[in-house]
Nanobody, 123 residues
Framework: EVQLVESGGGYVQAGGSLRLSCAAS????????IGWFRQAPGKGREGVSC????????YYADSVKGRFTISSDNAKNTVYLQMNSLKPEDTAIYYC????????????????WGQGTQVTVSS
């Protein structure tokens, strides 16, 4: 089992940047595929970016390609999401999730979730 804690959310103007962190409490952090998801009011939870533990492959949703970057620091058991050129439509609660066998960046494949961190982008 792994516990996840997100941080780094906040309020920013359009065009600004934020970096989210997801700290995992597991000695086997390397075994987990980690994903960032977001949920805006009235909408479903969508996969933003995921990084595979198997081959290091990375997925980005089309809406964030070229603006967001996911990275992992295994020594710190932490995954980051650098978000640049933020838009009002990026406003959502951002969650980090982990799973040992997830193969897609889909909320249905992840068993472990953090509590979420709010990101608000003003126009």
């Amino acid at each position: 089992e792994v516990q996840l804690v997100e941080s780094g959310g906040g309020y920013v103007q359009a065009g600004g940047s934020l970096r989210l962190s997801c700290a995992a409490s597991s000695d086997t952090f390397d075994d987990y595929t980690i994903g960032w998801f977001r949920q805006a009011p009235g909408k479903g939870r969508e996969g933003v970016s995921c990084i595979s533990s198997t081959d290091g492959s990375i997925y980005y949703a089309d809406s964030v390609k070229g603006r967001f970057t996911i990275s992992s620091d295994n020594a710190k058991n932490t995954v980051y999401l650098q978000m640049n050129s933020l838009k009002p439509e990026d406003t959502a609660i951002y969650y980090c999730a982990a799973d040992r066998i997830a193969t897609q960046c889909s909320r249905y494949e992840y068993d472990y979730w953090g509590q979420g961190t709010q990101v608000t982008v003003s126009s």
